[in-house]
């Protein structure tokens, strides 16, 4: 590389290259502008350096050289660099105008560096050549290999496809100098992949190398590319890159069933809808290429059985599409077709794209319950049929062939009343009530059939019709307010009357109207179109004589038997205006007109009202007794509550009341009563059983209570009785004074002194209380 170098000297451009001129100095631009101006020889002038890239020599790379004519070589003349990469990557030898570089450069990095250079003197400065620019080249080398833009590429193209189909195109980049050399040409290449697969070594197109490549039996493939640059020479760098090919699907495998023939069985139960099997046929394709579609062609069962395909599993499901009987037919034939649903027109020769096979099926025998000779039932009857009455029979077979025994029964759910009855044996049903059309027309009833030896039971709907019979009187068709005038006329119409009747006849209705008797006053006129007309027979009508009359009008049909009733027709005499309108009908008018005031009236009614308060206040009096409210003391232990109703003479009067009752239960036998007045008796006297002498006090209350919830007289609400009880096993026994002696006097109170101190106090008490009282 060093003669090559040597020749990067320093470069003078020609004479005629305006580029490089430099003007004048000390000339204007407007001085030039008027004459002619003449160029002086510069003396030194270059273009441009060329440097290799990636240096491998030892040392610093040599660049070139500057030099000026006014250098002498004494040493006055220094040279100055500027711009890129001066100082740092280029370097000048400030004597010589040697050029370095101090580093090795990478034209990809950077292709060149525009510096500038001028010459000074060393001692006064003064600059001799002024600063001009110049470039310096880097000269490329192969130093970068190609490189794909991926690394792994995923691409298809349809199986079956022709030599040199299109798969895609891959493209490699080379960083080096395309306009230098042939660094930068590169070639494609094929590593892996034939015989599948080729590629243009100049543009990287892939395409298919075999024909009619077929992806049911490879689908995948993979493919490395390889691109070298200097144009595929020996030496050359390379890189590659992965191409994934995948194969797409076309339909070109026609679907094929792997067997002939298909045996399939379903019992005879089988509900019309359901499944009996399914079939299935293969096809190598996928996607929509391998849709397929199922359809019976013949056989004797195409009436009985089809065929669905299911989409998700590519399937063909063989259902039932009528009832089946294994006793009527036991096995049936299909010939089914399987054809795929997108056909290729490119690829029909490959077919035909479809297949056939059958289908044999087996209906097994299964139990049946019983089956009814209809749906359903229409019977009708004759409404007031009496009780036992023939409705129709229902009929029932046991389908299998050991033909049981069949029982019929009614649903009671759908017979709450219990209108029908049914044989078991003979499946006849009759009535045991009397029905009435009036109140049902119809009635629904479901009707079961059961096997006597399985139970398995089938039902049936009855309809049962009551037929009329011409049992109901018509009568009026509403409630009809009629009045005549007082003014009115005799044959002047008063009322239009119409009848309705809840029987359907035959034909149509045909009411016919007349009087029971022989009325003075009105008379009845049939239309002849179920309405009639009353009429007057008179004049003069007063409501002082009578205010009303009742007309009995008879009313009857044409039916058989004929029915007829006999309706009342109410008719008010009223007082009417000349226009014959009503002014009133009341009794008021008439009271009126007897010559009472509507104040006499009132004050007739204010009377008997207070009249009435008067007695109801009265007998309220006489019946309500005044009972004082009663409190009874906890202490209280009377079981008879007996109210005075006086007051009593204080501590004196022993006679009010004995309190010897209280404190002795047996003295209650001898009922004492007050001797001054009559005492007013709350409740009867009970006679209490008597205690027995040291009773335990718990037994006495016991006894009490039973005597009271046994007591047949005792009051509706509760009695209170407080009963103390200071429990046993005292020293002292009871202090309760219930069993004591009637008075104070009779008790003993000397033994307290022998109970000791405690109770010294006590005998002080009692004792000095018994000798005041006998003193």
């Known amino acids: ?165 299109f798969v895609m195109r891959v493209t490699a980049t080379d960083a080096d100098d395309e306009s230098y050399g042939n660094s930068a040409k590169l070639v494609y290449s094929i590593l892996q992949g034939q015989p599948y697969f080729s590629v243009e070594p100049d543009t990287g197109v892939i395409r298919t190398a075999l024909p009619n490549m077929i992806r049911e039996n490879r689908e995948h493939y993979q493919v490395v590319i390889q691109a070298k640059d200097m144009a595929g020479q020996m030496g050359g ?282 009325n003075p006053n009105f008379t009845i006129y049939d239309n002849e179109d179920n309405t009639a007309r009353i009429l007057t027979r008179r004049g003069g009508f007063s409501r002082h004589e009578m205010n009303s009359y009742l007309l009995p009008v008879v009313i009857s049909d044409n039916d058989y038997p004929i029915q007829s009733s006999t309706s009342t027709l109410t008719v008010r005499v009223c007082a009417c205006d000349r226009s014959r309108n009503v002014q009133t009908c009341s009794t008021e008018a008439l009271l009126l007109s007897a010559g009472l005031s509507t104040g006499a009236l009132v004050a007739i009614l204010l009377c008997i009202i207070i009249l009435l308060m008067i007695v109801v206040l009265f007998a309220a009096l006489r019946r309500q007794k005044k009972k004082e409210p009663l409190i009874i003391s906890k202490e209280d232990v009377r079981d008879n509550v007996v109210s005075y109703n006086d007051e009593g003479g204080g501590e004196e009067d022993t006679q009010a009341f004995d309190i010897g009752t209280l404190r002795n239960p047996e003295v209650i036998d001898t009922n004492k009563m007050r001797r001054d007045i009559i005492p007013e008796m709350l409740f009867p006297f009970r006679r209490i059983s008597p205690i027995k002498d040291n009773t335990d006090v718990r037994d006495f209350i016991n006894c009490r209570l039973q005597d009271n919830d046994s007591d047949p007289t005792a009051p509706p609400y509760d009695s209170l009785a407080t009963y103390a009880y200071e429990g046993n096993g005292s020293l002292a026994e009871s202090l309760s004074s219930l069993e004591s002696s009637a008075t104070e006097g009779d008790q003993d109170f000397d033994y307290l002194s022998h109970w000791g101190p405690p109770f010294k106090k006590l005998a002080d008490m009692y004792i000095g209380k018994e000798t005041q009282r006998e003193t």
Not at 76 to 99: C, H, N, P
Request: glycine letters at 6%.
């Open 1 to 165: 590389m060093t003669p090559f170098l040597a020749l990067l000297m320093l470069l003078s451009i020609p004479e005629w290259s305006s580029a490089l001129i430099r003007p004048v100095p000390g000339i204007s631009t407007a001085e030039r502008d008027g004459r002619t101006l003449h160029r002086t020889k510069r003396g030194w002038m270059w273009n441009s350096f060329f440097l290799l890239e990636e240096w491998t020599g030892s040392g610093k790379q040599y660049v070139g050289k500057l030099h000026s004519d006014m250098d002498t070589e004494d040493g006055s003349v220094k040279y100055v660099l500027t711009g890129d990469g001066a100082g740092t990557i280029f370097e000048i030898d400030e004597k010589s105008g040697d050029i370095h570089a101090t580093r090795r450069l990478d034209r990809e990095e950077k292709s060149s560096y525009t510096l500038s250079a001028k010459a000074i003197n060393k001692t006064s400065g003064q600059v001799l050549e002024r600063a001009s620019d110049f470039i310096i080249k880097i000269h490329d080398i192969n130093d970068n290999e190609p490189k794909f833009s991926k690394d792994t590429y995923v691409a298809s193209v349809p199986e079956m496809s022709s030599i040199g189909a």
């Open 237 to 518: 760098l390379s890189g590659t890159a992965t191409v994934n090919i995948t194969l797409l699907d076309v339909n070109n495998s026609p679907p094929r069933f792997p067997h002939s023939a298909y045996h399939l069985s379903t019992p005879e139960s089988a509900e019309v809808g359901s499944s009996v099997g399914r079939i299935k046929a293969n096809d190598a394709d996928a996607g929509v290429n391998a849709e397929m579609w199922y359809s019976v062609l013949d056989g004797d069962g195409q009436d009985v059985f089809s065929i669905v395909t299911d989409a998700t599993s590519q399937e063909g499901v063989i259902t039932v599409k009528k009832p089946l009987d294994y006793e009527s037919k036991r096995t049936y034939s299909l010939r089914v077709q399987v054809t795929n649903t997108h056909v290729d027109p490119q690829f029909g020769h490959l077919g035909p794209f479809s297949d056939t096979a059958t289908v044999r099926i087996a209906v097994t025998d299964v139990d049946e319950p019983p089956v009814f000779g209809r749906s359903h039932y229409i019977f009708e009857v004759d409404e007031n049929a009496p009780p036992g009455s023939s409705v129709g029979t229902v009929s029932a077979r046991d389908p299998d062939a050991t033909n049981h025994l069949v029982k019929y029964t009614i649903d009671r759910h759908t017979d709450l009343e219990r209108l029908f009855n049914i044989n078991s044996n003979n499946g006849t049903i009759s009535t045991l009530q009397a029905l009435d059309r009036e109140t049902s027309k119809w009635h629904n009833i479901s009707v079961l059939a059961t096997e006597i030896s399985t139970s398995l039971q089938t039902r049936v709907p009855v309809f049962i019709k009551v037929q009329d019979v011409n049992d109901n009187a018509p009568e009026f068709a509403m409630y009809y307010e009629t009045f005549v005038c007082e003014n009115a006329k005799a044959g002047e119409l008063i009322q239009t009357i119409s009848a309705v009747d809840t029987d359907e006849p035959v034909i149509a209705h045909q009411f016919v109207f007349s009087l029971s008797t022989v």
